[in-house]
């Protein structure tokens, strides 16, 4: 089985050690030659290029990495996909190879293209409604005459690609579901839901040292007795930060010992801006980033998870990796409702709390349910996250897709 996988994103990214190289990993273990192309951020490729290159070596994958061009805007990106056409043309003509595994729109030009014109499987990997996001992010700004035509480029291939692809993977069920009522005549059975998978083996409480938690909060100046909320990941389009910080001064009035834990890449003068902006004291709070391998450690230093996500159109199709990180490490979630499955899961497996909106009423609502009802089955949580996000499950779901596109049972 021979497999080449296209991804815009980097594998030096976040997500690409978090989420792309565990499920290719698993996959290359089952039997796939696979191969990678992706577009590397030239600072986070000299950071990080060693550590992928060991990871990509041990686990019997090939990786061809492109450098990712920033400007001009548009025409940088039309470059870019000159540049991976080119190269997976190459690559698939050398090495016979069977199916293309595209992540995301951009790739899935290559996919496309290349099904009719070589031959390849196509499974179209959508990540979200990408070009919605972009809209309702504010990146593609409708009244731009440039942007809108982009915007319905893309929106007449999402139909395209999801009528002539072989597979489609989904993120969520809610996005699954939104999907047929488009009336394009799909067979329900090609849409997989295959929602970001957390590693449920490396995420997992008893495999951190005992001393980790009160080793991290002293490293941090965290008393042992404080109440840690924490959040992880960038802080910036989606994530809803002002919210964040008007639910925790609520909650942070009523138990003054308690903390703010934020694990992020970002630029820490964003967050203390938007503190100040909510009335939060700077002092309450902890800015940090985490390498990926200390995490686990990380997370067991708090007591309950927190964030907030921008609920609009697009995110019907999204799946927050840091959830299910959360719920592997027995963590209690506090978040909002109507992105993806997200509010599903929380109340399935009894992992937290879902406010229904970001008003004071609300919040105020939440967190006497928190205290009323603290979730004390912790192992329950971690079992939601090895059901609903396990990357075993994970991989073997990718690989009954690997095979239902070649035509195998």
């Known amino acids: 089985m021979n497999v080449l996988f296209l991804s815009y994103d980097g594998l030096t990214d976040p997500l690409g050690q978090s989420q792309i190289l565990p499920y290719l990993s698993g996959l290359s273990a089952k039997g796939a030659k696979i191969q990678i192309i992706s577009f590397e ?24 990495p492109l450098q990712y061009t920033k400007r001009p805007p548009v025409l940088s990106t039309m470059y870019d996909i000159w540049k991976m056409k080119t190269l997976a043309q190459q690559i698939i003509t050398e090495n016979n190879i069977q199916i293309l595994h595209c992540r995301s729109y951009l790739s ?79 067979d329900e059975s090609k849409i997989n839901v295959i929602p970001c998978c957390v590693d449920i083996d490396f995420f997992d409480r008893k495999k951190v040292e005992n001393s ?8 941090l100046n965290i008393a042992a007795n404080d109440i840690v909320f924490i959040y992880t990941g960038g802080i910036g389009t989606w994530y809803c930060l002002d919210e964040m910080m008007q639910f925790f001064k609520v909650y942070q009035s009523k138990f003054t010992n308690s903390k703010f834990l934020i694990l992020t890449t970002e630029n820490p003068s964003v ?19 985490s390498p990926r391998n200390r995490m686990p450690a990380y997370l067991t230093a708090a007591d309950i998870a927190l964030f907030f996500i921008l609920p609009s159109y697009s995110k019907t199709a999204s799946s927050p990796t840091k959830q299910g990180e ?33 008003s004071e009423v609300e919040f105020e609502k939440t967190i006497t349910a928190i205290v009323a009802n603290p979730i004390s089955e912790l192992e329950t949580i971690r079992h939601g996250a090895d059901e609903f996000y396990g990357l075993k499950n994970g991989v073997e779901n990718y690989w009954n897709v690997y095979k239902k596109s070649l035509g195998q049972k």
């Open 212 to 219: 980790a938690r009160q080793q991290i909060r002293t490293e």
């Open 326 to 358: 959360m719920m592997a490490m027995q963590l209690p979630i506090v978040c909002n409702d109507n992105v993806g499955d997200t509010g599903f899961v929380i109340r399935k497996y009894n992992a937290g709390w879902v406010v229904e909106n970001f």
């Open 41 to 64: 951020k030239p600072e986070r490729f000299e950071k990080h290029q060693s550590i992928i290159k060991k990871i990509i070596a041990d686990n019997n994958l090939v990786w061809h």
């Open 108 to 186: 899935a030009i290559i996919g496309n293209w290349a099904k009719k014109k070589l031959g390849t499987k196509f499974i179209f990997d959508m990540r979200g409604f990408y070009a919605d996001e972009r809209v309702e992010g504010k990146i593609w700004r409708l009244e731009n005459p440039v942007y809108k035509s982009i915007y319905n480029f893309f929106k007449r291939k999402e139909k395209q690609w999801l009528k002539e692809c072989d597979q489609i993977i989904s993120l969520t069920f809610a996005g699954k579901k939104e999907m047929l009522t488009w009336n394009l005549q799909i």
């Open 271 to 289: 967050i203390f801006a938007a503190a100040a902006k909510n009335k939060v004291a700077k002092e309450l709070l902890r800015v940090t980033e």
